[in-house]
């Protein structure tokens, strides 16, 4: 003797996998959305010799706030600036010709409120640094120019789950289309 709740339980299965079948098949992709906003700040050229000038730029200051800039590793003052009314901060600075080479911090600091950005930055060795100043490996674009390094291509960072998901989707519709033939071989037996 059959009971109602069994045809009613197979019936609830098929449906639920032909729901979930839907919901997977017309899901957008979620690879679509905005690129979070660039570093607070920039330093350009990132990579120098000693005695060059680096330029930066920094955001998220309060309007006209004083500024100090620093290398990092052994603290060196590099100079002072101030924010503008927007809360940013642009400025050139020279790395002396006594900074040893290897990887650096370069902070830009404010009090009340207080801030704290950095950013990396190479020194070459003297011995790397041509005789105009431009490091082997990059292009001046002017003569005299400190030139700049080309910047990578950014990183993938993820893999396409497209496939698994659709197999998925397939799979979840085969078991909804299974349990519905299930029911009607026992409905009608």
Known sequence: MRTF???AG?????ASAVVGAVTFVSAQPAFAAQYP????????PAVVCPGDSVTFHADGFAPLQPTTAKLLSKALLLGHFNADA?????GTVEIPSNVRSGKHTFRLDARNPERELSAKLTVRKQN??????VPPGV????PGDAGSLAQPELAATGQDDTLMLFGGAAGLALLGGGAVVAVRRFGNS
């Not at 197979?10 to 098929?14: C, F, G, W």
């Not at 906003?37 to 350009?44: A, D, N, R, S, T």
């Not at 790397?128 to 100043?133: I, L, Q, R, W």
């Not at 292009?139 to 002017?142: C, F, H, I, P, R």
Request: charged share 25%; with cysteine.
């Open 37 to 44: 906003p660039g570093p607070p700040l920039v330093l350009e």
């Open 86 to 90: 927007q809360g940013d901060v642009d």
């Open 128 to 133: 790397e640094c041509g005789t105009d100043g």
């Open 5 to 7: 709740t069994g045809r």
């Open 139 to 142: 292009v001046a674009e002017e």
């Open 10 to 14: 197979l019936a609830a299965m098929a």
